[in-house]
């Protein structure tokens, strides 16, 4: 019972499926199907190395990524997309500073460095993430007033981005989320894709943190808690 308890959960190298899907266990590679997508969450320029919000190693995983996507029929890329003058950036909170926390009509808000503004450099992808067969870009954070992690559900818990009817227009069951950050964008897309009815799982070794004030502990902790799948890339076969 124990290890069918650590298969549910997520943990000890193997995940499970919802009832009645099947098993997808690290120690064997799985090929992704027709009801499988790939999420790319923000490989932009403004969370790569010189960006003004650099995830450490945020480049590293452009190569993973590149190669796990010929692996998937349906991906998605996320831009963070952000207005100047957004809420989320401490350089529109008087005295505030990069990484403070301040409350928002919906609740605390990490308030960031600069980045990702509509239009500029920061805010493109990386120049050499190459997946033309991605089928749609979902841009987030563009509501001035309102940040958005999630590629599912703005940061209000109450407007979502659309991509949770376009996945399930295209008959997707279960998704694999990878990206930037692990411990922000990256777990709660994940999270909210659980919470959306599909099955989700994080590519490990394709993500990166921030890991803020212990923020990847907790937020893996989160995502076991809620059924979130935890792989490498080498569980993806080609």
């Given at each position: 019972m124990m290890a069918r308890r650590r298969v549910l959960a997520g943990v000890g190298g193997a995940i499970a499926a919802a009832a009645g899907g099947k098993a997808l266990a690290q120690a064997g590679a799985t090929k992704p199907g027709a009801s499988d997508a790939l999420i790319v969450v923000d490989v932009q320029n403004c969370f790569t190395p010189g960006g003004s919000l650099a995830v450490p190693k945020g480049d590293e995983v452009v190569p993973v990524i590149n190669k796990l996507a010929k692996a998937f029929r349906w991906v998605v890329l996320t831009q963070d997309w952000h207005t100047p003058n957004h809420a989320s950036f401490a350089s529109s909170h008087a005295g505030k500073k990069p990484f403070e926390v301040t409350k928002m009509p919906y609740g605390n808000q990490v308030l960031w460095p600069d980045h990702c503004v509509q239009g500029t450099e920061g805010a493109a992808l990386h120049k050499d993430l190459a997946i033309a067969h991605a089928q749609l870009v979902i841009r987030k954070g563009y509501n001035p007033a309102v940040d958005s992690y999630s590629a599912f559900i703005e940061a209000d818990r109450k407007t979502k981005t659309g991509l949770d009817a376009w996945l399930k227009?295209?008959?997707?069951?279960?998704?694999?989320?990878?990206?930037?950050?692990?411990?922000f964008c990256v777990a709660w897309t994940a999270q909210d894709a659980r919470k959306l009815g599909?099955?989700?799982?994080?590519?490990?070794?394709?993500?990166?943190?921030?890991?803020?004030?212990?923020?990847?502990?907790?937020?893996?902790?989160?995502?076991?808690?809620?059924?979130?799948?935890?792989?490498?890339?080498?569980?993806?076969?080609?």
């Open positions: 227009a295209k008959g997707i069951k279960r998704v694999f989320c990878c990206g930037l950050a692990t411990d599909f099955q989700s799982v994080v590519i490990e070794d394709a993500s990166r943190a921030i890991d803020l004030d212990g923020s990847l502990a907790k937020a893996w902790d989160a995502m076991t808690k809620a059924g979130v799948g935890r792989i490498q890339s080498a569980a993806i076969a080609a």
